[in-house]
C-alpha cells in the first residue's frame, strides 16, 4: 500500500447545478436546480447533487427565445445552432448499415476509435450512461470490493438517478470535496479496498481541469497498485487531448494507455447526434457487450448514430489544439472585466466557466438583447444557478466560436457583465 495519510474532513461545498447541455451546443433548456446532501461514506463526507423542483423559470417564453435564436445570424458557443439538417448531412447515404450493432458502420468506427486511441478493441454504445455503468460493473465483478473511486462532480454519482447504486449495487467513494480537482494526495484519504477509480478528463463542472501529466499517472499507479482498475470518463478527451501533447508531448494514445478501459464521446466537443465508445482489452470489450445487451442498448439499428460519429470524428478530431488556442486568447482579452471570473485561468482545455455576478433575470436579458440587436446568440440560461447574483455560463470554443475574434468577444461579454 502507498503512503496514507490521515482522512482528512471535506466541507461539503454547493452541488453546481448543471444545465445539462452537451458541451457546444446551444441549447434553450434549462436544467433543474440541484442542491446538495452530504452523507457520510468511509469516512469522508461526500456532496450529492439531486434535482430539486425548484428550476428557476425563464421568465421569457420558450417558444418567443427560440424565434429570437432562429433570428440571430451568429453564435457564440460551441458549433452553433444544432439542426435536423446539419445532423442529417453527418449520415452520408452510402452508409453500411449494422445489425444489432454489428458490421456495418459500427464495425468501422469502432476499428477507427480503437486505432486511434491504440487500444485493442473498442464498442459502440447509444449512452455514455450505460456504458459507463457497465464499464465499472465489469471491474467490480472481477474483484471482491463493490467500492468506486471518483470526484464528488462525478456524471455517474449527479446525473444517473444513482443507477450505479441501484442496478449495479456500487458504492461511490468521494475522497475530495466538489469544488476542487481531482489530485493524486487526495486519494490518500481512501481507507477501504477499492474495484476501481474513475478518472475524468477534463472535470467538467470545474470548467475543464486537468490533472498534470505526472499526478496523473501517479492517480492510475494508485489504482494499480491496490489491484484496482483505472476507468477514463474520457467524454471530453479529444478536447484535453491538446493539453497533454503541449505540456508533456503525450499523445491520446499515451493518455489512454494509461487506464483499463476509457470512455469518449462524440456528441459534446465533436458534435455528433449521441453515443460513445469504450476501448479496453478484447476480453473486457466483449464482456461490455453483453451488459450493452442486459441494459437494453443493443438496438436493432445503431448506424444512424454510428455514421453521424464517424464523420464529427474525421471532421473535427484534430481541431481542438485549435479551438483551445483561441480560448485561452479569449480568456485574455476578458482579463480585467468586472463581475466576469473565468474558472479556469487560464482554460486548460477549450472549455471554460464563466462566473457572472448579476441577477439571472438582468443576466438574461442582456444577452436577448444582444441577440435582437447584435443578432448574436450568446446563451438562452445559466449552466448554474450559485445564488442570487451568481450565475455560471459554460463557453465552449468551437467551429462557430472561431468566427468572433477574441476582442470581439470581450466587445460582446462586456455589454453582459457591466455593472
Ligand atoms: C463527464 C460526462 N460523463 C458521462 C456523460 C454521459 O454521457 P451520455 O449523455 O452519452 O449518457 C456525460 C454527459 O454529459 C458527461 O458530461
Redesign the pocket.
Known sequence: MANQKPTTSHSTSRAPAAA?SAGGATTTTTKATNVAATKKVSGTTRSRARNSSSSPTPTANPEELKALMLSCERFLNGHGRRSVDTHLAQIPTDTEMDIYGRGGVVAELESEVATLLGAEAALFEV???MA?QAALRVHADRRVTRSVVFHPAC?LDIYEERAYERLHHLVGVTPTSMMSPLTSADLANVKEPVAALVV?LPQ?ELGGTLPTWDDLVDQVAWAHERGAAAHL?G?RLWEAAPYYERSAGKSIADVVSLFDTAYV?FYKGLGGI?G?CVVGDQQTIDELALWRARHGGRLFGMWPLAASSLSVLRQRKDNFAAYGAHARAIADALKGLSHLEILPTPPETNMMHWRVTGEREQVLERMRALARDDKVWMFAAPYAVEGPRTQRFEFNVGDATMDFSPQEIRDLVEKIVAP
Do not use: L, N, P, Y
Request: charged share 30%.
Open positions: 445539462k449512452s455514455g450512461t459507463q456524471h475524468e467538467r470518463d467524454a464521446s449521441s460513445c
